[in-house]
Structures are given as C-alpha cells and as structure tokens.
C-alpha cells in the first residue's frame, strides 16, 4: 500500500495526486494566459467535473456532437493544473473550456485581468463525501480510503485531495468577479438539466434555441454519458482506475450519503461544517442537520 506521501504532492498547502499533477503542470497553471472568451468550469472535487466537462463544448459549439464523441473529456476540456494541459493547449480552439479545482485564490494573474467566465457548481457536501469515497476505492492512484467513518474525519479535517470543502466554497463566494462568475448547484443540474442549460447558456452569451437545449440535456444524460467511452473513463487503463471496485459513473443521484451516514455521523459532520460556515452571509442551499429530504434520482451523473 503505497503512502500519502508517494501518491500526493502538497501544492500551496492544499494534496494533488502527483500522478496527474506536477510541479511544473501547477507553475505552467500560474503562468497560464487566460483569453478573454474562455470559460473555466470551478468544482471541488466529485461535484460535477466530468459532467461539466461535456456540458461546454456542446453549449460553446451549439450542440455540435464532435467534440464529445472523438475526444476524450481530458483533452477536449482539460483541468488548469493537471499535466495534460501543457500537451493539448494548442490543440485548443476558441471558445476554450477548461476546469479546475483550485480555490480562488489560486487562480493564476491572467483570470483576473481577463474577461473570462466561471461556472462554480456546489454539490451537498455530504454527496461529495460518499463520491469521493467510491473513487479513492477505484482510483489506483489515490490512498484507500479506509472506513467511511475514517475518511468522514479525513474530509472535515481537510486531509484530502484540495483541502476542506468548506474552504473550497467560501473562496468562491467572495470574488470580486461580478456577472464574470456564475453558482449554480450539482441538484439543481439534477432535478432540471433544460433549465440549468438555459442559464449557462445566457450567461455564456450562447444564444441557443430550446430545441438546441435539450438535445444538449438529452446526451448529458447520466446513460448517455455512462455508454460513451470518451466520457466514462473506460480508456483509462485498469491500473490506474478499476471500474470493478465501483463504477466511476456510478449512481446518478442526490442524496446517496442517506445510504451511507449514521444519525451520530451526520450530527458530527453538520457540527463541524456550520462551525466553520457561521461567519458566512450567504446560506447553504440543503438542510444539513436532518435525515429527512427529497432523493433526487435522475439520469444524471455522479461525476467527479
């Protein structure tokens, strides 16, 4: 079993897996020259990275099939700091699209004195935790994550890949970015994909008609993106993530942790995330404190 410190790299205070992440991919991210009419899609991680990733080509292309049918999601929207941007950012054609993990304040001088947009999506943390668990099982070149008791402490302690969420969120709600950042959450994508493409759509100044909008909901779908194979991770090679241990798609819904949490689990959990969101003005849009709550099933995915 290999240790923490053979897996990850500590970039800024914040754990970045050095098999997709190195020095140089994260200097070459700080040194990155931002254009004007880019688009960067902002998650913490296992909030809806992948399924961001096939949402901006289509909605930058105007529901255009060939960028998610011939590319893999790695190349055709590749992340700001992993090692792959350097390769393929000439590949790139405008309007670009990439996504990022970093908190805002890592975000490189040449996003700022830009006029590119971001999408921060937010997912129920609780969801995000059960998620990133399922990965740590299957990504080979992450540590196993132990008891899901374990990694709950881990994640609240902030010792895992990015940090605490909490300060994830909080970086990405005071910007002085104005109408160049768009929040929008992981449920509300889930419970009506047409009218959260609507909104992305006006923000990225897109145009599209309705028909557009829903051909682009109907292959983000969680079953379409699950059988396409330049989305569902399928060409990634089993020794860096084993599909056996758990799908990388793999459920589709909201309010999974409900499977997962124990009364006295979530009681600490919620503690300790109202704890460190109390200063905060802008209220979080779940319950957090209770067992009770509408699942949301639908066929969309559980993306990392």
Same mark, same amino acid.
């Given at each position: 079993?290999?240790?923490?410190?053979?897996?990850?790299?500590?970039?800024?205070?914040?754990?970045?897996?050095?098999?997709?992440?190195?020095?140089?991919?994260?200097?070459?991210?700080?040194?990155?020259?931002?254009?004007d009419d880019d688009v960067i899609a902002v998650t913490y991680p296992k909030s809806g990275t992948i399924w961001m990733q096939e949402i901006l080509p289509?909605?930058?292309?105007?529901?255009?099939? *060939?960028?998610?049918q011939t590319i893999p999601n790695w190349d055709r929207v590749p992340w700001l700091e992993e090692k792959r941007l350097e390769v393929v950012v000439d590949?790139?054609?405008?309007?670009?699209?990439?996504?990022?993990?970093?908190?805002?304040?890592?975000?490189?001088?040449?996003?700022?004195?830009?006029?590119?947009?971001?999408?921060?999506?937010?997912?129920?943390?609780?969801?995000?935790?059960?998620?990133?668990?399922?990965?740590? &099982?299957?990504? &080979?070149?992450?540590?196993?994550?132990?008891?899901?008791?374990?990694?709950?402490?881990?994640?609240?302690?902030?010792?895992?890949?990015?940090?605490?969420?909490?300060?994830?969120?909080?970086?990405?709600?005071?910007?002085?970015?104005?109408?160049?950042?768009?929040?929008?959450?992981?449920?509300?994508?889930? &419970?009506?994909?047409?009218?959260?493409?609507?909104?992305?759509?006006?923000?990225?100044?897109?145009?599209?008609?309705?028909e557009t909008i829903q051909k682009i909901a109907d292959y983000c779908s969680f079953r379409t993106m699950k059988e396409n194979k330049m989305s569902n991770?399928?060409?990634?090679?089993?020794?860096?993530?084993?599909?056996?241990?758990?799908?990388?798609?793999?459920?589709?819904?909201?309010?999974?942790?409900?499977?997962?949490?124990?009364?006295? &689990?979530?009681?600490?959990?919620?503690?300790?995330?109202?704890?460190?969101?109390?200063?905060?003005?802008?209220?979080?849009?779940?319950?957090?404190? *209770?067992?009770?709550?509408?699942?949301?099933?639908?066929?969309?995915?559980?993306?990392?």
């Open positions: 079993m290999s240790s923490s410190r053979e897996l990850y790299l500590l970039y800024r205070d914040l754990l970045c897996p050095k098999e997709t992440h190195s020095a140089r991919s994260l200097e070459f991210s700080q040194a990155f020259n931002f254009k289509l909605l930058l292309n105007g529901g255009d099939l *060939t960028p998610i590949q790139l054609t405008s309007p670009r699209a990439f996504v990022t993990h970093f908190p805002y304040n890592l975000m490189p001088p040449s996003f700022h004195t830009s006029k590119a947009k971001a999408i921060y999506v937010m997912r129920d943390p609780r969801d995000v935790l059960v998620s990133s668990y399922y990965f740590h &099982q299957m990504a &080979q070149f992450l540590e196993e994550p132990g008891t899901i008791d374990e990694f709950l402490g881990k994640f609240l302690e902030g010792k895992v890949l990015f940090g605490k969420w909490t300060d994830h969120v909080k970086s990405w709600m005071h910007t002085e970015l104005g109408d160049r950042v768009m929040h929008i959450t992981y449920e509300e994508m889930v &419970q009506d994909l047409p009218a959260a493409l609507r909104r992305m759509s006006d923000f990225l100044g897109c145009n599209l008609d309705d991770f399928s060409l990634v090679p089993k020794v860096f993530m084993d599909n056996d241990k758990s799908p990388f798609l793999r459920k589709g819904q909201s309010g999974d942790w409900k499977n997962h949490f124990s009364s006295e &689990q979530l009681a600490r959990f919620t503690s300790v995330i109202h704890k460190e969101l109390e200063a905060e003005s802008c209220s979080l849009p779940w319950s957090l404190d *209770t067992m009770e709550g509408t699942d949301i099933e639908h066929e969309d995915p559980e993306s990392p």
